[in-house]
């Protein structure tokens, strides 16, 4: 039969091009469906890269501007060309989505440019710029991703009131940016504008920030942003935005604090994400969703329609690239009769504000609810010799282990390149290793990890440095 494969693959972002990979080293042939003209999903686009892109540019700015003096280094006037640092960052994001081309070809994946909908089960049109086509698989995957979820009654316009996707974008540099949503989005890209010197104001609904993070990390990573300049309206909700010459007036209502208005340049709406399934025709052939929208899929990410797969940010789970790229390898492995797995316990998520937050496992406060026995080692930056050196000294890593077997449960990072040192306590509950396992092995020095080695000692009171 004339257009037809053993795997269509909706959507080319992280999970769907993982996956599309996966099958095509397996021996299966693929086609791969995307909207955008670029692969590579959000994470590629308009999502982890282009915002790393920019948290880097804007450190190494304010770190030029306010501390290499410090260091004995002194420089003359500097000045932002905030135009060429959008350049920068769009060459980054070009190079690696065209890198997912080069991986397609190599692997020789069949690309589509344009919106699939599903006709039957095993058959999906694609609607390209210039024509329809109709393709047919036993298998299909969706990998739609998601979208931004904004508020009821506001409208983005990605100028004055933007998603991230808009905030990554900005011509100028805001005098005042007014951040919906003190999670992900919200502390990183308000680190972003702040540091390029917009005066930067968080309002977060709950009375803390990143509310599913351990809360002591939480609390340390809310000190050092207001240190470095950011202001937190907490326990605070927005009532409506309303346009005022060229400004916008953010009506707010906070727990105790009554009503008010606050003036916004530019407004960020960092809310959350929806699971995007819009027009693919799922009713059609009977693919449930939940309440929230996620697509259902059991435990081998098969929907509840027979040969219709789903994974990454569409399902339910963390709205994590890595997340979404082990479910892409696990999924094309089952699909193919092997057992792919994804060990959701030992999943890390990153903050890539300054310092970073890392975390994988339990938090403290998820083992006091399950009434789990816990034992707790910490250990400081300030007193490792590498964060000392190169003066990085802020944060500390907890580690929760179990009381009685000693297993480690939940690794908590907040310092110094805590993105990077998280994957040793990721490989650790992997392992279910105790904390003693850590403590045992030897770590180089002088480096950062010495400090998780050092909390994992201080899980049973015999860490050396302090
Ligand atoms: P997506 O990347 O959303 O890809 C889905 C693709 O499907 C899209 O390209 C879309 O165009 C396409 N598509 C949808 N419908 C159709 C259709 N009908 N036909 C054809 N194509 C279709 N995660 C991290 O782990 N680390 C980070 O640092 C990080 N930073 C982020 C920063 C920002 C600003 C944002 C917004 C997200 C960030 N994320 C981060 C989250 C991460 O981007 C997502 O978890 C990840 O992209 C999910 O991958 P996915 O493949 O499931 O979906
Ligand atoms: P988020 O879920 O991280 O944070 C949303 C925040 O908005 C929460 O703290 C929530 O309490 C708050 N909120 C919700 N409604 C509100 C309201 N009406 N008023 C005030 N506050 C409100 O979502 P996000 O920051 O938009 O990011 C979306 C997802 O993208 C994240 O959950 C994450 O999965 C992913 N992401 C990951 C990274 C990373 O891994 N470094 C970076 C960016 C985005």
Not at 250 to 267: C, F, P, R, T
Not at 452 to 457: F, G, I, L, S, T
Request: proline share 3%.
């Amino acid at each position: 039969m004339k257009n037809k494969v053993d795997l269509i693959v909706i959507g080319a972002g992280i999970g769907g091009y993982v996956a599309a990979i996966r099958a095509a080293q397996l021996g299966r042939s693929v086609l791969c469906i995307e909207k955008r003209a670029t692969l590579g999903g959000t994470c590629l686009n308009v999502g982890c890269i282009p915002s790393k892109a920019l948290l880097s540019s804007s450190h190494k700015y304010t770190e030029t501007q306010n501390h290499l003096s410090d260091y004995g280094i002194k420089v003359g006037q500097i000045s932002l060309d905030l135009a060429k640092m959008m350049e920068q960052k769009n060459k980054v994001v070009g190079q690696l989505t065209g890198g997912v081309d080069y991986l397609f070809k190599k692997n020789k994946i069949a690309h589509l440019v344009g919106t699939a909908r599903f006709l039957s089960p095993q058959e999906v049109s694609i609607q390209t710029e210039a024509r329809e086509e109709i393709w047919h698989a036993k298998k299909i995957l969706i990998a739609t991703g998601s979208v931004s979820a904004s508020l009821p009654g506001i409208e983005i316009d990605e100028e004055t009131v933007v998603s991230s996707t808009g905030a990554l974008n900005l011509k100028a540099v805001p005098e005042h940016l007014i951040v919906v949503g003190g999670g992900y989005i919200g502390l990183e890209m308000g680190s972003v504008w702040s540091r390029l010197g917009a005066k930067v104001t968080v309002i977060e609904f709950m009375d803390r920030l990143v509310p599913q993070m351990d809360l002591e990390l939480s609390t340390a990573l809310q000190k050092s942003l207001v240190k470095q300049g950011l202001e937190f309206r907490l326990s605070t909700r927005v009532l409506g935005i309303r346009k005022h010459q060229k400004k916008s007036i953010i009506d707010v209502e906070s727990n105790g604090g009554g009503k008010q208005e606050l003036q916004a340049d530019v407004v960020l709406i960092a809310t959350g994400r929806k699971p995007f399934t819009d027009g693919l025709g799922l009713e059609k052939i009977g693919v449930a969703l939940n309440k929230q929208g996620f697509i259902v899929v059991n435990e081998h990410y098969e929907t509840s329609t027979s040969g219709i797969y789903a994974i990454g940010d569409v399902i339910p789970g963390p709205m994590l690239a890595h997340k979404a790229e082990e479910e892409g390898t696990a999924v094309a492995e089952i699909m193919v009769g092997q057992a792919g797995h994804v060990n959701y316990g030992a999943i890390p998520s990153v903050i890539y504000t300054s310092p970073e937050v890392a975390s994988v496992g339990q938090t403290e406060e998820e083992l006091k609810d399950q009434q789990i026995p816990y034992k707790v080692g910490k250990f400081p930056f300030l007193a490792n010799s590498r964060a000392k050196a190169v003066g990085d000294t802020e944060g500390f890593v907890k580690i929760l282990a179990h009381a009685y077997t000693d297993r480690v449960l939940g690794v908590h990072i907040i310092g110094p390149d805590a993105g990077t040192l998280i994957a040793e306590a990721t490989l650790a509950l992997e392992f279910s290793a105790s904390s003693e396992d850590i403590a045992r092995t030897c770590h180089a020095h002088p480096t950062l990890s010495e400090a998780v080695k050092e909390a994992a000692m201080a899980v049973e009171g015999r860490a050396i440095h302090i």
